[in-house]
């Protein structure tokens, strides 16, 4: 037996229709059927299918775990999930009911792109996959971005609210971000680093100016450990502009290794050849909401994504 606990958010909707969302792959005829038997209830008790659901309410599912599975899977998505064999489930660093956070891999897009699988796509075939159902009408998405290059701590609400309370926090930077690089050169002492930053048309590259022109940039460094030739860094940005850690460490000499756009060519030469490293080795390893939020004291230890085993791999081998 499967039993669904009901909470406000999905409240408030006729149980036929939230049973049909819940397992896509059911028939609404089979349902009815379903309902007679008391193969599906509502409180333990037999249903109609008319019943409109409260906050608190409990459905049993007497199905087996097999069947269950079967009728989560909807053969007739149209959208562009179209099998859940063609789409990776994302790593889950962590989940409750408000919020899924998630350790994008390099080359998963933040946003939807018809070059490749976005991290939305991942993130409903998670859902799919593991039959979680949200709030009628809310179409999860993504807090925060990363280059499609770029792994680590992708955040992802679950409910209106959530995703409101988040995108304050961010508007009034009261979220800690924190990344985790190796680069070209040896850095020795934490270092502020403050500028302005121009996205270029051509090339999809930024620059970075002391001029005023384009939009503030702050950046702090802070090394954890260096052979001399590279550095491994601790990065904390405290806007979040495209490009931004990629091309501000690119100013001060300190390239990202593997970073096409703004590294050092014979370096990236040598990490292909050494490594297949063949993007920038960039990690957002931390993020912490903060202030006196409720997400700050719900979730006040933050969210860690361990590194890759290539990016492990590439650190046991320089230090």
């Given at each position: 037996?499967?039993?669904?606990?009901?909470?406000?958010?999905?409240?408030?909707?006729?149980?036929?229709?939230?049973?049909?969302?819940?397992?896509?792959?059911?028939?609404?005829?089979?349902?009815?059927?379903?309902?007679?038997?008391?193969?599906?209830?509502?409180?333990?008790?037999?249903?109609?299918?008319?019943?409109?659901?409260?906050?608190?309410?409990?459905?049993?599912?007497?199905?087996?775990?097999?069947?269950?599975?079967?009728?989560?899977?909807?053969?007739?998505?149209?959208?562009?999930?179209?099998?859940?064999?063609?789409?990776?489930?994302?790593?889950?660093?962590?989940?409750?009911?408000?919020?899924?956070?998630?350790?994008?891999?390099?080359?998963?897009?933040?946003?939807?792109?018809?070059?490749?699988?976005?991290?939305?796509?991942?993130?409903?075939?998670?859902?799919?996959?593991?039959?979680?159902?949200?709030?009628?009408?809310?179409?999860?998405?993504?807090?925060n971005r990363l280059d499609r290059n770029t792994s680590g701590v992708i955040i992802s609400a679950k409910d209106i609210p959530t995703i409101q309370q988040i995108n304050e926090l961010i508007m009034s930077h009261q979220v800690k971000k924190i990344y985790r690089?190796?680069?070209?050169?040896?850095?020795?002492?934490?270092?502020?680093?403050?500028?302005?930053?121009?996205?270029?048309?051509?090339?999809?590259?930024?620059?970075?100016?002391?001029?005023?022109?384009?939009?503030?940039?702050?950046?702090?460094?802070?090394?954890?450990?260096?052979?001399?030739?590279?550095?491994?860094?601790?990065?904390?940005?405290?806007?979040?502009?495209?490009?931004?850690?990629?091309?501000?460490?690119?100013?001060?000499?300190?390239?990202?290794?593997?970073?096409?756009?703004?590294?050092?060519k014979d370096v990236n030469k040598m990490m292909r050849q050494e490594y297949n490293l063949r993007h920038q080795l960039l990690h957002a390893y931390y993020y912490k909401f903060e202030g006196e939020s409720e997400?700050?004291?719900?979730?006040?230890?933050?969210?860690?994504?361990?590194?890759?085993?290539?990016?492990?791999?590439?650190?046991?081998?320089?230090?």
């Amino acid at each position: 037996m499967i039993e669904i606990n009901i909470t406000a958010e999905n409240a408030g909707q006729r149980i036929d229709k939230f049973i049909l969302k819940l397992l896509p792959g059911m028939s609404k005829s089979f349902s009815y059927k379903m309902y007679r038997k008391k193969n599906i209830t509502l409180n333990k008790s037999k249903i109609k299918g008319s019943e409109i659901l409260r906050n608190g309410d409990a459905i049993q599912i007497f199905f087996s775990d097999d069947t269950y599975k079967k009728f989560c899977e909807n053969e007739d998505q149209d959208n562009v999930v179209k099998s859940m064999d063609t789409v990776p489930i994302p790593e889950v660093i962590f989940e409750d009911e408000h919020l899924l956070v998630i350790n994008k891999s390099v080359g998963v897009f933040s946003q939807p792109d018809e070059r490749g699988v976005g991290i939305n796509q991942q993130i409903k075939a998670y859902y799919d996959k593991n039959c979680i159902i949200l709030p009628e009408g809310f179409k999860p998405g993504v807090a925060n971005r990363l280059d499609r290059n770029t792994s680590g701590v992708i955040i992802s609400a679950k409910d209106i609210p959530t995703i409101q309370q988040i995108n304050e926090l961010i508007m009034s930077h009261q979220v800690k971000k924190i990344y985790r690089t190796i680069v070209k050169g040896q850095v020795l002492s934490e270092k502020v680093l403050e500028g302005y930053l121009e996205k270029k048309q051509t090339r999809n590259r930024v620059s970075i100016n002391n001029q005023g022109q384009g939009a503030y940039i702050h950046t702090t460094i802070k090394p954890i450990r260096t052979n001399g030739d590279f550095t491994e860094l601790e990065v904390q940005i405290q806007t979040g502009k495209p490009h931004q850690i990629r091309a501000h460490l690119a100013i001060i000499g300190h390239p990202i290794i593997g970073d096409g756009k703004y590294g050092h060519k014979d370096v990236n030469k040598m990490m292909r050849q050494e490594y297949n490293l063949r993007h920038q080795l960039l990690h957002a390893y931390y993020y912490k909401f903060e202030g006196e939020s409720e997400l700050s004291q719900r979730y006040h230890e933050g969210f860690t994504a361990v590194m890759s085993p290539l990016y492990e791999s590439i650190s046991k081998g320089l230090f």
